[in-house]
């Protein structure tokens, strides 16, 4: 059929076809085009887009020996119209992809600063702010509520519509404190002034606050001029504003040990003037930016990356004592089953407890490992090669999950020398076949029907819908909620922390380009290029039997197949419970004799 499907055509076929079949053929295809362009401007609906189109795709395959040339032609043409209006849709969606993005990107920066910014309109309500001005001015900002400032003289109290109203009147900015006690923390600005800065024509009048985090600038200047640490204390005070007395009751010192620290600023800075002091403040580029702190993963040092023989970059995860006994970990194409990033204390805890030192080699084009044209699963083996030399590992134990199964089994083809077991947990396997797929989860259905029946489609689709999940976590999660026999897996996906972190990996993974994710996709699903018989290797399955991604008949298919497998069956459990069950399958994959539920990681609940 057209759009790379074959023709397949019966000689004592019906030579034409009946109106209702063109009607009824007629009607799926308008249909399936009009969710081709829901789903183009409704970023939410690529799940259920490729739901119909597996169904279409299945549907022409099913009927193939039993239409008339006529039908067949229909079909054909049929498909093509359909491959152009996806060709149209992709182009429109790119671009409204691309302004979503662009705005989350502009917001990103936004939140960035340690000033506040906020946009009010001609009423006086704010139509955004970042952060840093609702650590200044909170609840109300965020609620859309009015909100109430205060007059710097006389600490009287005037709701910001009214602030704005003033100022706009008289064309001058004023000053507001944003607490009655305070001082003079937020500037109004009118709209003629706002525009000539270059703030957008939307914003009737803008306010800037200082908010609450100015003190890097201070920082960087005490570092520069090797001032003591009262005295950089003294210099962080005077950048918020605060009179010396003021400043002298938060140090908790007398007022003339305020002014003598002062006096030693003016001299190692060469100023003479609160003025002078903090036109040069204003001079360093950190009086903008927000203080952030230093994430625990660079704390544990999880990211790590080499440089390879061809001059790629390669990153892996590494967590566990030292002396740990080394596991390669093959994460789910997510990449968010040991999250080693966002928690890694609970994680080095656990492989402390188990004795075991994970290693997770990131795939070419995913999180900061440089892209490379993969012709098969079995190219990774050489990059995972060169990082066991580089680590001086002489072997190691393999842990995969999910779709991670195919580089697992892949390398360890390769590198039968270096590999000493194998756990395979939810394993997925391209070469069964469900008899009744529309039961499973969408994945399988883009991994066994469309990518090997339309791989150029899947090529397509996959960014959208990695960008529906980023854009659309809850409903993606729901979604899969409702068609999961699992009530395993229904509970684990319904906690927040696994929601909100399986988005924020998933965006890590693919933060240098999807490319990577594409392609390993589309080698999983046009089968393996290697026999599993051929693997010596000791390797044990863990399959729960109300999987729907990675239905348990495969997993016994693929423990036939290999050479030296067992398969161990976990009752009530679903494809997700590696989420919970790690740390002991990652114990059994370094060769001790942890039962189920030996060692388990408790989701974090914030």
């Known amino acids: 059929m057209g759009a790379g499907f074959p023709h397949y055509v019966e000689e004592?076929?019906?030579?034409?076809l009946t109106f209702f079949e063109v009607v009824l053929m007629s009607d799926r295809f308008e249909d399936l085009t009009h969710l081709v362009y829901e789903a183009s401007l409704d970023n939410s609906l690529w799940p259920e887009l490729i739901s119909e189109l597996v169904e279409e795709v299945h549907r022409a395959r099913d009927s193939r020996f039993l239409e008339s040339p006529r039908q067949i032609e229909a079909e054909t043409r049929g498909f093509e119209n359909l491959s152009r209006h996806f060709r149209r849709a992709f182009s429109i969606s790119e671009r409204v992809v691309g302004l979503q993005e662009r705005e989350a990107y502009l917001s990103s920066i936004l939140n960035s600063f340690a000033f506040g910014v906020a946009l009010l309109n001609e009423d006086g309500h704010v139509l955004m702010a970042n952060r840093a001005l609702y650590e200044v001015l909170p609840a109300p900002v965020s609620q859309g509520e009015?909100?109430?400032v205060f007059l710097p003289a006389s600490g009287e109290g005037q709701l910001m519509s009214q602030c704005a109203a003033d100022v706009n009147r008289s064309g001058v900015a004023l000053e507001y404190q944003s607490q009655k006690d305070g001082v003079a923390d937020i500037i109004v600005l009118p709209r003629e002034e706002a525009a000539r800065i270059g703030f957008p024509p939307i914003a009737a009048s803008v306010v800037i606050s200082s908010g609450l985090q100015t003190h890097m600038g201070a920082d960087h200047l005490a570092r520069q001029h090797k001032l003591t640490r009262r005295e950089a204390e003294v210099l962080r005070h005077m950048g918020q504003s605060y009179d010396l007395r003021e400043a002298a009751r938060r140090m908790g010192i007398s007022y003339e040990s305020v002014r003598t620290y002062l006096k030693r600023v003016y001299d190692k800075t060469d100023t003479k003037s609160r003025n002078e002091l903090a036109a040069l403040l204003a001079q360093s580029p950190l009086m903008a930016v927000r203080t952030q702190e230093a994430l625990p993963s660079v704390l544990f040092q999880v990211r790590n990356r080499i440089t390879l023989r061809d001059g790629r970059q390669h990153e892996y995860f590494c967590i566990g004592p030292e002396d740990g006994v080394p596991v390669l970990v093959f994460d789910a194409l997510s990449g968010v089953t040991i999250d080693m990033i966002g928690y890694p204390q609970r994680c080095h805890d656990l492989m402390e407890q188990a004795g075991v030192r994970l290693i997770c080699p990131c795939r070419p084009g995913s999180f900061l490992s440089d892209p490379f044209d993969m012709q098969s699963l079995r190219d990774f083996a050489s990059d995972v090669r060169e990082l066991l030399n580089h680590l001086g590992v002489g072997q190691a134990g393999v842990l995969s999950v999910s779709f991670g199964s195919g580089s697992a089994l892949a390398v360890t083809h390769e590198l039968q020398d270096r590999i000493s077991k194998v756990v395979l947990s939810s394993a997925s396997y391209p070469f069964y076949r469900?008899?009744?797929?529309?039961?499973?989860?969408?994945?399988?259905?883009?991994s066994c029907i469309l990518g090997r029946h339309w791989p150029s489609m899947l090529r397509q689709i996959i960014p959208f819908l990695v960008r529906s999940i980023l854009q659309n976590k809850e409903r993606y999660f729901d979604r899969y909620c409702r068609r999961s026999r699992?009530?395993?897996?229904?509970?684990?996906l319904s906690c927040p922390v696994i929601r909100r972190r399986t988005a924020e990996m998933l965006a890590l993974r693919?933060?240098?380009g999807m490319e990577g994710m594409v392609e390993e996709n589309l080698l999983n699903a046009q089968g393996w290029d290697f026999d599993p018989s051929d693997i010596h290797t000791p390797v044990e399955i863990f399959q729960g039997p109300d999987d729907n991604v990675a239905p348990m008949q495969g997993a016994e298919l693929l423990a036939q197949h290999l050479n030296n497998a067992t398969l161990t069956i976990l009752r009530g459990k679903g494809h997700y419970h590696h989420i919970e069950n790690w740390p002991w399958l990652a114990a059994r994959a370094a060769g001790k004799d942890m039962a189920p539920d030996g060692l388990r990681y408790d989701i974090p609940e914030f």
Do not use: P
Not at 12 to 16: E, F, P, R, T
Not at 486 to 492: G, P
């Open 12 to 16: 004592d076929c019906a030579a034409k």
């Open 486 to 492: 699992s009530a395993d897996d229904i509970r684990i």
């Open 434 to 446: 469900h008899e009744n797929w529309r039961e499973l989860d969408q994945f399988y259905h883009m």
């Open 510 to 512: 693919t933060a240098s």
């Open 146 to 148: 009015e909100v109430q």
